[in-house]
């Protein structure tokens, strides 16, 4: 993937994915440029004709009935560039910044916006060069466009903001050194192309598109765990059979139990619990399928949204023909719901993977010592490594209090109804990093488990699994800090590495 072409139509959730790994050329097609001159013209001749089009010619908001001259319409546009830029917090990551860009750049592709080429071209000239905006991941509330940061967007492209380079040793660049690192001029703006900047969903969906990738590597890796964890308390592996989850027409509980088979196979320890009298394992072992199968299942529609919204054009007033026509395109609820929901799925995956961690360190498999301690009474073991996971779910409790049943009216009641889907993208990021400092305690907590049945091997699948945790983690030999470990063996969940270790079929 040397290039990558935008057209508007034809960007993918794969395409993404592929350019945060190999960072591609991105470029405009030849399609897009002819589509976007069109609309150039037409918005040319709204302002000639006088005629009253939102946002060229008239005021914005509330404002929107007061008429703007023709001598005006580009001042129009630079002081709704600086005005909106209110954005607040911590800036958005490198990789959140590139996809907002990316995003920003195939919506103004489609032609409907009224953007010359030229402005695109601009905005892509940075993206190629690594020349990231520095864009306040806070100020929007997810409708009328994510105005505030993107408006720091629209700032560094006319030379009046901030952005950072892979040399960060002399601070951010500012004003028009942004331009320049990436070999450009600023913008001038021309009618109608500072409010196409500011208004459109980019933000909102860079958000949900990272909270998928990363619930997707936490549903992998908390199959990985789960069946480490099933290994650690001697589980059976009779839930897992797919004659069971043929019965119950789910499709994602069908690949989740598929997964499990695939690490559940030959096992000593598996067979040396033969006889145990335990009739079924508690729900936290026996019911994964069907907790993680509805995440499967959560997350796949979240994937036909979003595969949807990566081609959507959200700004206002969109062009068709001579047509200008308000609409609402901006407003983000098909986001802030998916996202609500993604961060419900992903917290139903701390909250399941907590209950594994008890179930271990309580001795429902008298095979292992109380709290996992070589020392009962003398050392503590795992006994607060697990209060960290509980701490971690119960927030995730908290964040995963959806979001999008809010709004606030803003803009003098103009904008009355809002999504708030911003909102929803940061409290899923923040669940998915929690799921996966819980995920990382299970998986440590497993590891000592399956250990303490040794000399019995576990699956050769799982064997693989135990040692990439020893990759990063000691054997337990006693007492010490977790929390290195933790953050350790958590940095490597979140990198997907434990995902990779699922053999096919899974999600």
Not at 76 to 91: D, E, F, K, P, T
Not at 131 to 156: E, N, T
Not at 432 to 455: K, T, W, Y
């Amino acid at each position: 993937m040397t290039q990558l072409p935008l057209d508007g139509r034809s960007l993918t959730l794969a395409d993404l994915a592929r350019f945060d790994r190999e960072r591609p050329k991105v470029v405009l097609a030849p399609t897009a440029l002819a589509a976007m001159e069109r609309s150039v013209a037409a918005v040319e001749r709204a302002v000639a004709s006088g005629k009253p089009s939102y946002g060229i010619n008239t005021g914005f908001g509330a404002f929107a009935k007061t008429q703007i001259s023709a001598d005006q319409v580009v001042e129009l546009q630079y002081n709704l560039v600086r005005s909106h830029a209110c954005g607040v917090g911590l800036a958005l990551s490198p990789t959140l910044t590139r996809r907002v860009m990316l995003l920003k750049a195939n919506s103004l592709a489609r032609g409907h916006s009224g953007v010359r080429p030229a402005l695109v071209e601009a905005l892509l000239a940075l993206l190629n060069a690594d020349v990231l905006p520095v864009i306040p991941g806070k100020g929007s509330v997810g409708a009328s466009g994510d105005l505030a940061p993107l408006a720091h967007l629209a700032l560094a492209l006319i030379g009046e903001g901030e952005a950072d380079t892979g040399d960060r040793r002399g601070g951010p660049l500012a004003g028009k050194a942004v331009c320049a690192a990436a070999g450009i001029a600023p913008v001038t703006l021309a009618a109608k192309e500072g409010l196409a900047l500011l208004n459109g969903t980019q933000l909102s969906a860079a958000l949900a598109i990272e909270g998928l990738l990363r619930a997707d590597a936490l549903l992998a890796t908390s199959i990985v765990a789960g069946a480490l964890s099933v290994e650690a308390l001697a589980g059976s592996y009779a839930p897992f059979d797919a004659r069971i989850h043929e019965a119950r027409n789910f499709e994602g509980q069908a690949k989740i139990a598929a997964g499990f088979r695939s690490l559940l196979t030959a096992s000593e320890i598996h067979d040396g619990h033969a006889s145990c009298d335990r009739v079924q394992d508690p729900y936290a072992l026996r019911c994964m399928p069907q907790v993680l199968g509805a995440g499967w299942d959560t997350l796949a529609h979240a994937r036909g949204v979003l595969a949807r919204e990566c081609n959507s054009v959200s700004d206002n007033p969109l062009i068709f023909g001579d047509e200008v026509l308000p609409g609402g395109n901006f407003h983000a609820e098909p986001l802030a719901f998916v996202s609500d929901f993604m961060a419900i799925a992903a917290a139903e995956l701390g909250s399941i993977s907590e209950r594994r961690i008890d179930l271990m360190l309580r001795q429902v498999n008298p095979a292992l010592t109380m709290f996992l301690t070589r020392a009962p009474g003398l050392e503590s073991g795992y006994m607060i490594a697990h209060v960290t996971a509980a701490a971690l779910a119960s927030e995730n409790k908290m964040l995963a209090h959806p979001a999008s049943v809010d709004s606030i009216p803003t803009s003098a009641g103009q904008e009355d109804h809002v999504s708030m889907a911003p909102g929803a993208g940061h409290k899923l990021l923040a669940v998915c990093d929690n799921v996966a400092r819980i995920l990382a305690i299970e998986l440590m907590a497993a590891a000592v488990g399956v250990e303490q049945q040794q000399p019995a091997r576990t699956t050769p699948e799982l064997a693989r699994v135990l040692a990439a945790v020893r990759k990063t983690v000691a054997p337990h030999s006693g007492d010490r800090r977790l929390d290195r470990d933790i953050e350790a063996l958590a940095a490597r969940v979140s990198a997907s590495e434990f995902a990779a270790l699922l053999p096919a079929p899974g999600p």
